[in-house]
């Protein structure tokens, strides 16, 4: 959840959006930066986004999960084949991934959040006192699981600071449930830099996320994924091709295996 390196080329039109003017009031956007990851030029596998250098798609493997992810992602994420978030829906098929737009809420999402089926709850930081009635533990999900209803973890994926904006800027989000994340664990994201090891990527939100609410197995092949996805990704930064595969690969790709036997 951290920046990346963008170089600069102007466009007509938001790249996210693909609207020349604001759906919201109809009146002209400015042009907009079209948004280029470092590394943008670099070969890269249309399957997986990564250097094809060190190709992750080998180590693709499904999950099911009794809690569901749903990602708000901010626009620019899209464009980062740093982002961690595409990990999991890779993983966890049913994941949903909901564009961020500030005046013009996904209404797929605005329907999904008052579906009774479920119980949505905002992975946010308790460290305001404005929200702090909204607060809740794990102990409201497994209450969600006894009523019978799905538990959706809402990760808002960008950078801290964009992550912020989308918490305070969606009214819809006003209503539900905060869920702050309590782990020990800190980040092996190698690739961006954190302000604090205490930050973790949005995969790594998701692995933990996953492991205490009881889907211990799509956690732990989240978590080798995720890996995976590390040291390839660095590897090929380094120009360098991974001759054996590490132990979190050895076992997705004991996984696959077993996926095709069965």
Known sequence: MQDD????????????TGLSSDPATGHPRPPRRE??????????????NLPVLNCLCPYRVTAESEAKVWLLTHPLEHYKPTNTGRLI?????????????????DE????????????????????????????VDMEAV??????????????????????RRIFRK???????????????RLTRYRLRKPASAEHLCTAE??????????????????????DAFNDS?????????????????RRLLARREGEREA
């Open 170 to 184: 969606s009214p819809y989000l006003d209503r539900l449930p905060v869920l702050p994340l309590a782990t020990p």
């Open 35 to 48: 948004f280029k990851a470092r590394g943008s030029f670099v070969s890269r596998c249309e399957g997986c």
């Open 108 to 135: 797929r999402l605005l329907a999904l959040l008052v579906d009774e089926r479920y119980a949505p709850f905002v992975i946010f930081p308790d460290d305001q006192p404005d929200y702090a009635d909204r607060v």
């Open 205 to 226: 939100v998701a692995i933990e996320l996953l492991r205490q609410a009881g889907d211990g197995e799509a956690a732990e092949l989240l978590d080798d994924y995720f």
């Open 233 to 249: 990704y660095a590897a090929s930064r380094r120009h360098e091709k991974i001759e054996a595969p590490t132990a979190a690969m």
């Open 89 to 105: 829906v890779d993983l966890l098929s049913d994941t949903e991934v909901f564009t961020w737009y500030r005046t013009v809420p």
């Open 5 to 16: 390196t963008f170089h600069d080329a102007v466009i007509d039109r938001d790249p996210a």
């Open 142 to 163: 497994t209450a969600a699981k006894e009523g019978n209803r799905t538990p959706v973890f809402i990760i808002l994926d960008g950078t801290w600071r964009q992550a």
